[in-house]
């Protein structure tokens, strides 16, 4: 695949950055749109947002060059060239978390409700940003063949995509893609419900995220490593298991405890 979308007066425009830029402006919209029924104001969901995005790149890429440490060190200019890929997710979400913690304790919003407004367009906007990898021709999976895609019943331009080298790889981004996007609509479904607590939404988008994740970080080949094993599979263990832990004890509380959709429930008491 061709990772160049277009050239305007010799500068490069990037599929990679494209959709990743694309995801974001998608995701604000929803989070905006959902902020508003709680009368949040729109000046702190986009300097939030603002915080939480470049704060999110720059941990993503951070992440992504300590685990390739290896590489970097000898080649320090390209730790730049977030172009070209190298975007650990996991590193994206936790320093992004923090930077939208940090900005709700400021202007005393409730974290955990923000997060829970956030987390569906996060999901989507992974989804969304995974097909950056397709046409970066990264993040695939083990080498296969044309006849065994085929019957996955995967799109053909995706097949020709995979086709790298004169080889045929597993398309693990999308099956990301269909995770993400199925996950979109779950949470969605589940943020809707009447009696849904505070913290529930997010829970659940971590439980669903590491779940799958891990499974497809199993049938990649470029996985970022921590010893003998692949980073993004530790990672999606703990994350579940935290997640996991949090939602028993949410279910423990009142019924008409705590709830989401309370429009008075956007800021701290």
Not at 118 to 123: C, E, L
Not at 170 to 188: A, D, K, M, R
Request: positive net charge; charged residues 15%.
């Amino acid at each position: 695949m061709n990772p160049t979308m277009l050239t305007i007066f010799g500068l490069e425009i990037k599929w990679y950055s494209f959709l990743i830029l694309t995801g974001i402006f998608i995701g604000m919209y929803l989070v905006l749109k959902e902020a508003k029924k709680f009368n949040i104001s729109k000046d702190d969901i986009i300097n939030m947002c603002f915080y939480g995005i470049v704060f999110g790149i720059l941990g993503a890429r951070l992440y992504y060059v300590l685990f390739n440490i290896s590489y970097y060190k000898y080649n320090l200019m390209e730790i730049f060239a977030v172009w070209n890929g190298g975007l650990a997710i996991h590193g994206g979400l936790i320093f992004g978390t923090i930077a939208i913690y940090i900005y709700t304790k400021r202007k005393k919003l409730n974290f955990l409700k923000i997060l829970d407004i956030v987390v569906p367009a996060v999901i989507l906007a992974q989804g969304i940003g995974r097909w950056g990898n397709f046409f970066n021709s990264e993040a695939h999976g083990f080498a296969t063949t044309y006849t065994f895609l085929k019957d996955l019943c995967i799109p053909e331009f995706i097949i020709k995509g995979m086709h790298i080298g004169g080889i045929y790889y597993l398309p693990t981004f999308y099956f990301e893609f269909l995770w993400c996007i199925l996950g979109f609509i779950v949470l969605i479904f589940i943020r809707s419900r009447k009696y849904i607590k505070i913290g529930a939404t997010t829970c659940i988008y971590l439980m669903w995220y590491s779940f799958g994740r891990f499974f497809i970080e199993a049938w990649r080949t470029d996985s970022l490593m921590l010893g003998g094993f692949k980073i993004a599979q530790i990672i999606s263990i703990c994350l579940f298991v935290i997640a996991l832990v949090y939602l028993v004890i949410l279910h423990h509380k009142g019924k008409y405890e705590n709830l989401y959709n309370d429009i008075n429930k956007g800021r701290i008491e």
